[in-house]
């Protein structure tokens, strides 16, 4: 499309620009958040995996609530945090209102999936939440099937497919479990708020435009030069008849002669 012919196209990506960038600061945040909580436990050395989820133990449901932010090493932490940095920023960037409820509802139910079905262990860590992300911004590509849900979901695919393997049972000490959970609350997020966004104005190609450029100049040629119907005619003079102004026309039927008139001369 040339800009050319579309006046609004450099707010609009200065509008798309401040998008990505408020994006872009609210992923960051939450990756910040789960490193920061790691640096503290690994500046304290205490032992953190309480607060992750035990299965069936009421006491482990307190890891419904922590157990994102706890993570077993560095290399747990920081692959967590910059998957939640990327799939955050294009959830954030394409559908803010969504997300903003969707994490919470994600969060929690990862948490719950896991305390149900989970193996007897300590699962901790924010692969879950990250499942579901992912697993939302890939529904909601097929239910939207609009250029930018379609083009977040193709980026959620090449930079994250691989995730969709992490939701069946696998590696020992990974918690398939919380990422089926999460996968599962992201499909469901993803279906409930599908429409919560709007939906993104489509920019015209030239030639749409150039088209209605052309139909709007034949409109007012068409209006300027073709005639009028009566109606729209205004009447400039109307003769009114006078009310003594009648005339009695005589009928004749046929077959029917009628008396030549006399004379009333002398």
Do not use: C, Q
């Amino acid at each position: 499309m040339s800009d050319a012919l579309d006046p609004s196209a450099p707010a609009a990506i200065a509008r798309d620009a401040r998008r990505w960038r408020r994006a872009l600061a609210a992923a960051g945040a939450g990756a910040a958040a789960i490193l920061w909580v790691h640096v503290v436990a690994a500046s304290f050395g205490g032992d953190y995996r309480g607060l992750g989820v035990v299965p069936r133990d009421p006491a482990g449901l307190i890891g419904v609530l922590f157990a994102p932010l706890i993570h077993g090493s560095w290399a747990h932490v920081g692959s967590n945090a910059v998957a939640l940095l990327v799939l955050g920023t294009l959830a954030v960037y394409a559908y803010p209102r969504t997300t903003a409820r969707a994490v919470p509802l994600i969060w929690l139910l990862a948490g719950l999936g896991t305390w149900l079905i989970g193996r007897d262990s300590v699962h901790i860590g924010a692969s879950g939440v990250t499942h579901g992300l992912m697993a939302m911004l890939a529904l909601l590509g097929v239910l939207r099937w609009e250029p930018r849900a379609i083009f977040v979901a193709l980026v959620t695919f090449l930079l994250y497919g691989g995730m969709v393997w992490g939701v069946l049972p696998g590696e020992a000490g990974i918690s398939w479990e919380s990422h089926l959970s999460g996968a599962v609350a992201g499909l469901l997020a993803a279906v409930i708020w599908r429409e919560l966004d709007p939906r993104p104005a489509r920019r015209k190609w030239s030639w749409e435009v150039e088209a209605e450029i052309a139909e709007e100049l034949a409109r007012r040629d068409r209006a300027e030069f073709e005639l009028r119907s009566p109606e729209h005619v205004p009447v400039l003079w109307r003769r009114e008849p006078a009310p003594d102004d009648r005339r009695v026309v005589p009928f004749r039927r046929p077959g029917i002669e009628t008396d030549p008139p006399t004379d009333s001369r002398h």
